[in-house]
């Protein structure tokens, strides 16, 4: 994940986020958060919620004084949830944690199993599949744009490769479909300024062979 939304995780939960940028003989959070910025938004959902719900659990209303007053931590009834490691394995996410209870564990498992249905690289809605070996969570698009960086296209947008717009970044070998597409586009733009080819194109006669007896 970018250092820009890692920062901003970690500055809206101090708490869950303490041991980012710590020791790696220590805590695996010395690498920062393991995953794209696409699931920046799941995190930030389950870390409200879980940080809330810690909140709420370390508050306690005294009838005798008629006065609420705070679990401090140290105390064993203190809850409070510390992100051990937080990472995407097998195509979902992993958030290891120090502490919590039942009810973070549970929010903690609905993001895992929802964020097999969110894109890591862009936040679309996606799904889970497997691509030479490796299972990743991506959407249609970012699948595509991954397919044409792996063909020598070095920047820009899909959108920007397929509308020719970005002629000196064209890739050594392309794609039999971004063929088409690029064809297909072309020949609607010389249809719509009236450019029509005179003489049709030369198609061979398809030649059954004769079954030999």
């Not at 990743?136 to 490769?161: M, P, V, Y």
Request: hydrophobic residues 30%; charged residues 30%; contains cysteine.
């Amino acid at each position: 994940m970018k250092l820009e939304l890692q920062n901003k995780l970690a500055e809206a939960y101090p708490k869950i986020f303490k041991n980012v940028g710590g020791h790696p003989m220590v805590t695996c959070m010395a690498w920062g958060i393991e995953c794209n910025d696409g699931w920046y938004d799941l995190l930030d959902t389950l870390c409200y919620t879980m940080q809330r719900h810690c909140n709420v659990t370390n508050t306690r209303y005294i009838i005798e004084t008629d006065k609420y007053e705070f679990v401090e931590e140290g105390d064993p009834e203190y809850v409070q949830v510390v992100a051990a490691q937080v990472k995407e394995k097998l195509g979902t996410l992993r958030f290891y944690t120090d502490g919590g209870d039942a009810s973070t564990e549970a929010m903690i498992e609905l993001a895992e199993a929802m964020s097999g249905r969110i894109c890591e690289l862009c936040g679309s809605p996606a799904k889970t599949s497997r691509d030479s070996g490796w299972w990743h969570t991506t959407c249609d698009a970012c699948n595509k744009r991954i397919r044409l960086e792996r063909q020598g296209w070095k920047s820009g947008s899909a959108e920007e490769f397929l509308t020719d717009s970005n002629p000196d970044n064209t890739p050594d070998k392309v794609s039999q479909e971004v063929s088409q597409d690029t064809k297909l586009r072309k020949g609607l733009q010389e249809a719509k300024q009236g450019k029509f080819s005179k003489t049709p194109p030369k198609i061979k006669p398809t030649t059954k062979k004769k079954k030999k007896k």
